[in-house]
């Protein structure tokens, strides 16, 4: 804010954006476009509304997509940083109207619900331990944490209030009927919002697996483009994210299809029905549901670096895998490998070790993620690590 005019908070609903930006109402007037009656007056004159404020913090501006022409205007005529401080519960910048209005105006952040890092009030910094090979020891006394308890309690900070899993799938339907009621269609003009429910209830189940369109709409009754069309609608609303394919030199060997993880593995795991009852009983499942939680986890350590390293899986024709492909701007690679059981053994560097041979002067590090409680060497840039380290 300080040397931009407008800054944009993007992020899902209820991920803790208003109680960041209300941090800044002591000097800039607050408005939240989920007020019905401000939600009219700023649609009948969004230009007049503007001007009246010399600064603004607006909440939840995809509800008003007119009033981005019209902050647009009032920042040409007045280019001051900080003027703007906005919120939105939608990646607006995928919107073709809100880019066309706010390129080059705007600064954009993302925020997601909790990291780990942040709950346990101490660094992100994995990425660049395991680039070093520096993991200091664990402290003394240190309990070990309940791990199917902690990723089922996700990372929304009013979820992981909830003391039970009825109580957070309590929460998950009032903020699924949220989604459904109002922000679905401030994204998108789509006529079958009671197919949405059902769709992310597949999708749960699917998170960690390779996207099939056609396989997911002969579910619900839907052609693969209309899925398609849904899936853009959720990825715009921060609920799920579509994770590539890791492509290097040898094109003809890797398999393109992408992968589908949500965002929050509690919301995941609610939605997919997932106790920690049934997951101490199903590994399978809440490995499914683990793996989600690390992509989650990467994206929010990655966001905070100095340098956009980007994030892919890796499988290739003899279907050898490595559940996460970290590639640096440079072209660095990093290999992570999830497992949900205590223990590790040398089997399981398998994909790890192949993704090494296809680019051995990039890859720089691999790990395998237990949930055990010491780091432990492999040899040559490997290492078992308990889940709590990232």
């Avoid at 998950?172 to 197919?195: G, H, P, S």
């Avoid at 492999?378 to 380290?389: E, I, K, Q, S, T």
Wanted: contains cysteine; charged residues 25%; glycine residues 8%.
């Amino acid at each position: 804010m300080g040397d931009t005019p407008a800054v944009l908070i993007n992020g899902p609903r209820q991920c803790g954006k208003t109680t960041l930006v209300r941090l800044y109402a002591d000097r800039m007037a607050y408005f939240s476009l989920d007020d019905p009656a401000l939600l009219a007056a700023v649609r009948a004159d969004p230009l007049g509304f503007v001007r009246r404020q010399d600064r603004l913090i607006i909440d939840e501006v995809q509800r008003a997509p007119e009033l981005l022409l019209a902050l647009k205007l009032a920042i040409d005529q007045d280019r001051r940083p900080g003027r703007f401080l906005l919120t939105g519960s939608a990646n607006l910048m995928a919107l073709p109207a809100v880019a066309d209005s706010l390129a080059g105006r705007v600064e954009i952040h993302t925020l997601l619900p909790l990291s780990n890092a942040e709950i346990a009030e101490r660094p992100a910094d994995f990425v660049e331990r395991l680039l070093r090979g520096d993991w200091p020891p664990a402290a003394p006394g240190e309990k070990r944490e309940d791990i199917v308890g902690h990723v089922l309690a996700g990372g929304y900070p009013e979820m992981r209030q909830r003391a039970t899993p009825a109580r957070r799938q309590a929460w998950t339907r009032a903020y699924l009927t949220t989604l459904v009621e109002r922000d679905v269609r401030d994204v998108a003009d789509i006529a079958q919002t009671t197919k949405i429910p059902q769709l992310l209830g597949i999708l749960a189940r699917l998170s960690g697996q390779l996207l099939s369109l056609q396989q997911i709409g002969g579910q619900i009754g839907l052609d693969g483009k209309t899925v398609e069309k849904y899936i853009g609608i959720l990825e715009k609303m921060y609920l799920v994210r579509r994770l590539p394919a890791w492509s290097g030199n040898e094109l003809s060997r890797l398999i393109k299809t992408p992968k589908l993880h949500f965002f929050d593995a509690g919301l995941q795991a609610s939605l997919a029905r997932l106790t920690p009852e049934r997951a101490w009983l199903e590994r399978t499942r809440f490995g499914a549901t683990l793996e989600t939680w690390v992509h989650g986890e990467l994206l929010k350590t990655l966001a905070l670096g100095q340098e956009p390293w980007f994030l892919f899986h890796y499988r290739d024709k003899d279907q050898v895998e490595v559940d996460f492909v970290l590639e640096s701007p440079l072209g660095e690679m990093v290999g992570i490998e999830v497992k949900a059981s205590a223990t590790v053994t040398p089997a399981d560097f398998k994909g790890l070790r192949r993704l090494a041979a296809t680019c051995p002067h990039r890859f720089r590090a691999g790990a395998v993620l237990y949930d055990g409680e010491h780091v432990l060497s492999f040899g040559d840039g490997m290492y078992a690590v308990p889940l709590r380290r990232l």
